[in-house]
């Protein structure tokens, strides 16, 4: 079996920013739960899917999407033990500028929940 946590880090009326944890490594594990819930990650062509807003979503939102290239998934932070020398390590890396204009369109036209 796959497990995920998750806890939302912003709420939207359409969309949730959401900080996903798996706690096993399965493939497309992250895609297929949020897709299963109804709520699949934003640019996901295979498991994006879920629940249809339609006309409910800004034109400004709408045609951001259709132009991107690639899944709104994006990995801060992987913590693992270097197999060589054991040592814990902890990577991380800053969201992309794409990810951060895609937030900054939602707060914009999307409004934000609190």
């Known amino acids: ?24 490594g399965r493939t497309h594990q992250l895609r297929v739960h949020l897709s299963e819930s109804g709520f699949p990650i934003v640019g996901d062509p295979t498991y994006g899917k879920g629940k249809s807003k339609g006309s409910l979503i800004s034109s400004e939102i709408t045609q951001k999407i259709s132009s991107l290239d690639h ?12 197999p060589k020398t054991q040592e814990a390590l902890t990577l991380t890396a800053p969201l992309p500028e794409d990810f951060a204009t895609f937030i900054t369109l939602l707060k914009d036209h999307d409004g934000c929940q609190k």
Do not use: D, G, M
């Open 1 to 24: 079996s796959a497990v995920t946590q998750w806890k939302a880090i912003e709420r939207f009326n359409h969309f949730t920013y959401v900080a996903l944890y798996p706690l096993t």
């Open 71 to 82: 899944t709104l998934l994006h990995a801060y932070s992987l913590e693992f033990i270097h």
